[in-house]
């Protein structure tokens, strides 16, 4: 009899180690139940420090020696200015601006996975949609600091909110700037209710199962006094449904605002009709690639291969594939567009692209963004974790660099030569930036530990569904 058979029909837990791997094309590894379903996700969260695994501890302790980096960087900034930085003229706009837009980028994969793969019906986002989510929220958080950093007076931030006062001071509408106020606020807020709402029987079984009287207590707390009743479940779905409907148009509609920021202006490089849709699939690109990027070692580290598994990455990977395939009809669009336009500034600005001062970042890009991501073509590169891991970092650098070619190059050589100039980042921009990846990963790590990061009700209807599928499959 199968191991994994023959300690079920005696109810026995395997380890979750001694569990192995799923096929590619299961949802959810054999063996599990609705027992321990709950057991296996909320046992990380009442783990004991103490037997917290090592790779955890280092890497949270790594990043909060970055945050801490990132608190001198914005010391300074707020002493010192933003002299501090490499912005000179004619490239007023730098790391800042790049990280932004950056960051804004990486949240999109949240939002699609969690609503948009919801509303289709997509049985493998269940098992990476609640840290997708999260992952949502620390990126917008992230995102949001360079925009109010790079105001000059940043402790003057609440000026861009239209509140009444004395001075009749309102903001400008026509600025680029309050359109991203606006946009990622939005985007945030809703973002965070979606999450919330979608924690709440989670929360409620953490306040049923926890160990200690203080957990108990938190949960409780938080979980809003959700019993699980029937009127409840009704209100639930329905919320959720309404709250992933709300979402779905910000996938398009938060980037394409951020996109307005280049393509309302003359320049050349930004003024493109183009831009909407190619930000909002270049930020997909990214999001997924940074989603496979975290999930991977927390599968390992927390030995989650039958609730992660190898088809929910699989097809994570086939969807990064795709949107990669339209990032890549950008970049031949932009091309043509230079050459088919007759513009002469604007075939300045790709050849420049191509083969100026920054050319060798360029074809890095190109590189990390349509090349090296060709090889998810085969099955074999899509089942080998390792590959799938190194190409969604490659894809991530990639994005970067693509967020630098257009905000630099397409400033750094103005309309007349006696205007040009080079943008070199200063050791405190890379700081500032480095100290927001370590914020992100911090807050990644403390989810982890203090939340599911598994849905465990959606896993478990997930269970129930395979349950009841089983008998009619092997009827066929």
């Given at each position: ?16 180690e ?6 590619p ?60 930085w490499g ?55 992230c995102a ?9 007076r ?41 999450w ?92 997924f ?29 086939k ?110 921009d ?28 959606e ?18």
């Open positions: 009899m199968d191991p994994i058979e023959k300690a079920k029909e005696n109810n026995i837990q395997l380890p979750s001694l569990i192995p791997d799923p096929g094309n299961i949802v959810l590894g054999r063996g599990l139940d609705y027992t321990t379903v709950t057991d296996r996700i909320a046992g990380i969260v009442y783990l004991p420090w103490k037997n917290s695994p090592k790779k955890w501890l280092v890497g949270a302790f790594i990043s909060f020696c970055f945050v801490n980096l990132l608190m001198l960087a914005v010391y300074l900034l707020f002493t010192r200015g933003v002299g501090i912005l000179n003229i004619p490239v007023a706009w730098g790391f800042a601006i790049i990280n932004f837009v950056w960051w804004i980028g990486i949240g999109h994969a949240g939002t699609l996975i969690s609503a948009v793969l919801f509303l289709v019906k997509q049985d493998w986002r269940t098992s990476i949609n609640r840290f997708s989510e999260a992952m949502t929220l620390f990126a917008v958080a949001g600091m360079f925009p109010i950093l790079h105001l000059g940043p402790w003057l931030f609440y000026w861009l909110l239209p509140y009444p006062n004395s001075m009749w001071l309102w903001p400008q509408p026509r600025s680029p700037l309050e359109w991203d106020v606006f946009a990622v606020s939005t985007y945030g807020t809703v973002s965070l209710v979606f919330y709402v979608g924690l709440l029987p989670d929360l409620a079984s953490l306040r049923d199962t926890a160990p200690s009287l203080v957990q108990r207590k938190i949960y409780g707390v938080l979980s809003l006094g959700w019993r699980g009743s029937a009127i409840h479940w009704h209100r639930y779905q329905k919320a959720y449904l309404l709250l992933a409907g709300l979402a779905t148009p910000l996938v398009l509609s938060v980037h394409t605002i951020v996109s307005f920021d280049f393509a309302v202006s003359q320049l050349p490089g930004w003024h493109t009709t183009i831009f909407p849709p190619y930000f909002v699939a270049g930020a997909v690109y990214s999001g690639a940074m989603v496979l990027t975290l999930v991977i070692p927390l599968r390992a580290w927390y030995n989650m291969r039958d609730l992660i598994t190898l088809r929910t990455i699989e097809s994570a990977a969807l990064m594939l795709g949107v990669g395939l339209i990032v890549a009809y950008g970049y031949g669009s932009e091309a043509f567009f230079a050459w088919y336009s007759g513009d002469k500034y604007e075939a300045f600005m790709y050849t420049n692209r191509m083969f100026g001062p920054y050319g060798f970042m360029y074809w890095l890009l190109i590189l990390c963004n349509i090349a090296i991501p060709q090889l998810l073509w085969s099955q074999k590169v899509r089942h080998n974790l390792a590959m799938v891991w190194t190409i969604s970092i490659v894809v991530n650098i990639g994005m970067w660099l693509e967020r630098f070619e257009i905000v630099v190059t397409s400033l750094h050589r103005d309309f007349l030569p006696s205007s040009w100039g080079m943008y070199v980042p200063t050791k405190w890379i700081a500032t930036y480095a100290g927001t990846i370590g914020f992100f990963m911090l807050l990644i790590f403390l989810f982890v530990r203090f939340l599911p990061s598994i849905s465990i009700f896993v478990r209807e997930q269970v129930h569904h395979d349950l009841h599928a089983a008998p009619v499959e092997e009827h066929v």
